[in-house]
């Protein structure tokens, strides 16, 4: 797929998310899906209650937020941002699959990678997931991801959004940069 045709796909996904349920945000439901597991342990971490509007509280306050919205995503989890992540996940799986049936290149160590550090699959998948703990960490932090503040964001023409946008970039090139230079140079 081109990059033209992948772009227009994901700015009609984008579109459509807002037009129809509300802006699209994947890193809150990380918090959630830690909440259910919680929950599974204790179960009086969230409870219902008539202290919130939605009827439902947390021990935790952060679930306890906007009136116990996010209490009331880890008592009922099945709800459009928690399948929307799920559903992100079985995607990455199934284009991951698909694309390695029209090339021999292995997908899981790229060159770039593998001239930089080697081939080694267990070292990359750790690194990947670390940086991906890394990046979830940040965004929680910051209130929100690249999927809620950046691209969301700049669709809705947030100037938090552009901001954002220009501090991850600002962050990530010189990292990339750093991490990927030539041998010698």
């Given at each position: 797929?081109?990059?033209?045709?992948?772009?227009?796909?994901?700015?009609?996904?984008?579109?459509?998310?807002?037009?129809?349920?509300?802006?699209?945000?994947?890193?809150?439901?990380?918090?959630?899906?830690?909440?259910?597991?919680m929950d599974s342990v204790n179960p009086d971490y969230?409870?219902?209650?008539?202290?919130?509007?939605?009827?439902?509280?947390?021990?935790?306050?952060?679930?306890?937020?906007?009136?116990?919205?996010?209490?009331?995503?880890?008592?009922?989890?099945?709800?459009?941002?928690?399948?929307?992540?799920?559903?992100?996940?079985?995607?990455?799986?199934?284009?991951?699959?698909?694309?390695?049936?029209?090339?021999?290149?292995?997908?899981?160590?790229?060159?770039?990678?593998?001239?930089?550090?080697?081939?080694?699959?267990?070292?990359?998948?750790?690194?990947?997931?670390?940086?991906?703990?890394?990046?979830?960490?940040?965004?929680?932090?910051?209130?929100?991801?690249?999927?809620?503040?950046?691209?969301?964001?700049m669709m809705q023409t947030a100037l938090s959004g552009?901001?954002?946008?220009?501090?991850?970039?600002?962050?990530?090139?010189?990292?990339?940069?750093?991490?990927?230079?030539?041998?010698?140079?």
């Amino acid at each position: 797929m081109s990059i033209v045709k992948g772009t227009l796909l994901l700015a009609s996904a984008f579109l459509l998310a807002v037009l129809i349920v509300k802006p699209i945000g994947v890193s809150t439901q990380f918090v959630i899906f830690d909440g259910i597991v919680m929950d599974s342990v204790n179960p009086d971490y969230v409870t219902e209650s008539t202290k919130n509007k939605t009827g439902y509280e947390s021990q935790n306050a952060y679930l306890n937020k906007s009136g116990g919205k996010y209490a009331k995503s880890v008592a009922n989890p099945i709800n459009y941002s928690f399948v929307f992540v799920v559903a992100m996940m079985v995607g990455a799986f199934i284009s991951s699959k698909l694309r390695a049936k029209d090339s021999t290149e292995d997908k899981a160590v790229p060159t770039v990678w593998r001239e930089k550090f080697g081939g080694c699959k267990v070292k990359r998948y750790t690194v990947a997931f670390l940086a991906g703990i890394l990046v979830l960490y940040g965004a929680r932090l910051a209130g929100g991801c690249t999927s809620g503040h950046m691209m969301s964001g700049m669709m809705q023409t947030a100037l938090s959004g552009y901001i954002f946008a220009a501090g991850a970039f600002l962050a990530a090139l010189p990292v990339a940069i750093f991490t990927f230079k030539k041998k010698g140079k």
